[in-house]
């Protein structure tokens, strides 16, 4: 019997709430590429431009290829929209295709290098200590700390001088540090999103970062000094 006399009526189809969808949040930058709402695509180059220059600066080394490659990566982009599946966001999207541009324009660029330069290997993520051991007592404390900066003026830790130095120091990196150093403190990339990109280890993405603040960060000190 499909029914019996103690079996509750099902209650009616209009009072029943349904499924709850669960609806992603838009990208409006994504929303506004795909509207080709110029205003918007303008303001996301803005917005991109400094830090992808800077990557791109990382395989090659001359400012006028790396604008070229900035700007075939815009191209690529708005050519493969449509392939864009939303796996990450559009940021990661448009960096990866950066990465795979500058990369390839470094492998071109490398069969016709000078002989010479074939002997210029800059060092490993493992070379010698991050901070001078002279810094540190035997006990391993700090004989010399770092600088708080405490009583350096905000005014010249923010002035336009400072900051060039620390593009300077930054581009003086090993291009393993230098490139995590970009993604992260100038892009503003998480650790997760680096180690995707980069295809490393979770380890090895705070080795290189860690080194090439480090360095950035001594530079800075003795300027500042």
Not at 95 to 102: E, M, T
Not at 158 to 174: F, H, N, S, Y
Request: hydrophobic residues 35%; aromatic residues 8%.
């Amino acid at each position: 019997m499909l029914f019996s006399s103690r079996t509750p009526w099902p209650e009616e189809p209009s009072t029943y709430p349904g499924p709850r969808v669960v609806r992603e949040p838009t990208d409006p930058d994504l929303e506004a590429l795909r509207s080709k709402d110029e205003a918007a695509f303008e303001a996301l180059i803005g917005r991109y431009h400094g830090p992808m220059m800077r990557l791109a600066m990382t395989y090659l080394r001359d400012r006028g290829a790396a604008e070229d490659a900035v700007q075939e990566t815009w191209l690529t982009c708005l050519k493969t929209l449509d392939r864009f599946e939303g796996r990450s966001s559009l940021k990661t999207w448009i960096f990866g295709i950066l990465l795979n541009v500058a990369r390839s324009r470094r492998r071109k660029e490398s069969r016709i290098l000078p002989f010479t330069s074939l002997f210029r290997r800059e060092g490993g993520d493992d070379r010698g200590p991050t901070v001078d051991p002279r810094r540190f007592g035997k006990d391993g404390m700090w004989s010399t700390p770092p600088d708080s900066w405490s009583n350096v003026p905000e005014t010249r830790l923010l002035d336009r001088e400072t900051g060039e130095k620390v593009k300077a120091a930054i581009e003086q990196l090993p291009s393993k540090q230098r490139e995590v150093v970009i993604l992260r403190d100038v892009a503003g990339f998480e650790a997760d999103e680096v180690c995707a990109l980069l295809s490393i280890s979770q380890a090895n993405q705070r080795v290189r970062l860690h080194r090439g603040r480090a360095s950035v960060r001594k530079t800075l000190e003795e300027y500042l000094r």
